[in-house]
T-cell receptor, first 114, second 115 residues
């Protein structure tokens, strides 16, 4: 079954304690993205990756890092989480195409930073 | 900066009423357009998409959307809503210039359908 998986699904942590949210896709997609969803703001792109070892900042990259060492995985790293990073996070993947393609979203990770 | 505007933040309808949700974007070049739906507690699912061709596109569950290039709009419609359509709806724009992985989302419209 084609899917995007994220772990963990729920996470409560404290300010400053480094954490990683994993994302994996089994569709051999080149493009992957991380979004955060906040009430009234919709989804905002944090980082995206065009392929292995190719990443770039989205609209709200501050406080986040990513890596893309393998095609299927795109972890999101919060080196020093702060309460304003409390949010719902979605990973997405897209197949590379000329006309644009549909994004497939993971189930989401709800993060609470105390 | 590019922006996507969804003017209706919260819509309440009775079953069988018609639905139209507005979406306007600011990007002047060629775009791909999407509507996603998010049911309570779930991730986003694609409702429909427009890449090129007929500006009236049909999606799943009886939804359709019309791309009006001159108005930079991509409004979502459904002739007769059901209680199961209660969800949040997001419009998304993918500017096609050179980066197929840059997406801009609207702030969402929460639809509440009363049985």
């Amino acid at each position: 079954e084609a899917q995007v998986t994220q772990n963990p699904r729920y996470l409560i942590t404290v300010t400053g304690k480094k954490l990683t949210v994993t994302c994996s896709q089994n569709m051999n997609h080149e493009y992957m993205s991380w979004y955060r969803q906040d009430p009234g703001l919709g989804l905002r792109q944090i980082y995206y990756s065009m392929n292995v070892e190719v990443t770039d900042k989205g609209d709200v990259p501050e406080g986040y890092k990513v890596s893309r060492k393998e095609k299927r995985n795109f972890p999101l790293i919060l080196e020093s989480p702060s309460p304003n990073q409390t949010s719902l996070y979605f990973c997405a993947s897209t197949r590379k195409g000329l006309a644009g393609e549909t994004q497939y979203f993971g189930p989401g990770t709800r993060l609470l930073v105390l | 900066a590019q922006s996507v505007s969804q003017h209706n933040h919260h819509v309440i309808l009775s079953e069988a009423a018609s639905l139209e949700l507005g979406c306007n974007y600011s990007y002047g070049g060629t775009v791909n357009l999407f509507w996603y739906v998010q049911y309570p507690g779930q991730h986003l699912q694609l409702l429909l998409k427009y890449f090129s061709g007929d500006p009236l596109v049909k999606g799943i569950k009886g939804f359709e959307a019309e791309f009006i290039k001159s108005k930079f709009s991509f409004n979502l419609r459904k002739p007769s809503v059901q209680w199961s359509d209660t969800a949040e709806y997001f419009c998304a724009v993918n500017p096609r210039l050179y980066n197929f992985n840059k997406f801009y989302f609207g702030s969402g419209t929460k639809l509440n359908v009363k049985p």
